[in-house]
């Protein structure tokens, strides 16, 4: 019998959680695909992230999320213990670690590249500690005064996301005279931070922040300059996945799509950022961007 088929009288089928494979060799961040943008998966380990609803806040599941993403062809697996959306609480580093070093752990020893998305230097040295490779923070120029000595005693890449204010405060902060030229100057100023402490400039990698105190339009103007970014001389993300200004662009009778609702248009954003030349996206649905970023290298080679 199918070890998926279902015994009599119990009704459908189920798929399997994804279970652990025999331990792989630590992935690399050198070893990453350099034909074509990659692709990083979310996976978020808290109770309130506006996409899922805290749908893998427990280990196990958030294990199982980041194996499928994994398996399915994910070229980071981000792991995050802090929503970082409008209106979100602050979590403390203790807590955070608590969410997210487990899994660390189990995916690293799947062979998975793991990022850490965290604003707190402690949590960034316990997730390296514990097998991450990359620090991805999105305090953009709020960071903590020791996060780059950190960044740059481990050599790990570091992903420098533009946000003014924090989670409570940024919706306000969305006043710019040219917001693609007023980002690149602030995420440079940030970067001067950096390179004060010693980090190397090819460690760093840029995220323009959208959905980070910018309005829709804001958002769209952005992702229509991205290439003005590429000016700092750094790798380039775009992380705009599920995103509110996607979901108002998405509205049906009045009502503004919901997250679920929005993986098309953000695999449409991902053949776009790969065609101007991002280095990754960062997505929760894996199939379709990797398929996105698929498309757009064979269009371009």
């Known amino acids: 019998m199918d070890s998926l088929a279902a015994a009599p009288g119990t009704g459908p089928a189920t798929s399997p959680l994804p279970v652990l494979r025999k331990p792989r060799p630590a992935a690399r961040f ?4 350099t034909d074509r943008t990659l692709v990083m998966g979310i996976l978020n380990v808290t109770p309130d992230s506006f996409s899922d609803g805290g749908s893998h806040r427990t280990p196990d599941t958030a ?34 670690q608590r969410r997210v070093i487990p899994v660390i752990q189990a995916l690293v020893k799947a062979g998975a590249l793991v990022s850490i998305d965290t604003m707190h230097t402690s949590t960034a040295a316990a997730a390296i500690e514990a097998g991450a490779a990359i620090i991805n923070d999105v305090s953009g ?3 903590e005064p020791d996060m780059p000595e950190l960044v740059a005693r ?31 100057a602030e995420l440079s100023g940030v970067r001067d931070k950096l390179y004060a402490a010693g980090v190397a400039p090819e460690q760093i990698i840029v995220d323009p922040g959208v ?41 049906v009778a009045g009502k503004s799509a919901a997250p679920l609702e929005r993986d098309a248009a953000t695999a449409a954003i991902t053949a776009l950022s790969a065609t101007k030349g991002a280095w990754a996206v960062r997505v929760h649905d894996v199939g379709p961007s990797l398929d996105a970023v698929k498309v757009a290298a064979r269009i371009s080679r």
Request: no cysteine.
């Open 30 to 33: 050198e070893d990453l695909p």
């Open 63 to 96: 294990i199982a999320l980041g194996l499928r993403m994994f398996y399915a062809g994910a070229d980071i697996i981000d792991v995050g213990g802090e929503s970082t959306r409008s209106g979100a609480e602050p979590v403390s580093p203790e807590e955070e």
């Open 141 to 143: 120029l709020t960071i």
């Open 154 to 184: 481990t050599k790990v890449p570091y992903i420098l996301t533009h946000r003014r204010g924090d989670a409570l405060t940024m919706d306000s902060l969305t006043d710019y005279n040219n917001v693609t030229e007023e980002v690149v």
């Open 211 to 251: 959905g980070f105190s910018k309005n829709e339009d804001q958002n769209w103007e952005v992702l229509k300059n991205l290439d003005q970014l590429f000016a700092l001389g750094h790798k380039v993300m775009v992380a705009a996945s599920r995103k509110r200004f996607l979901g108002s662009l998405l509205t």
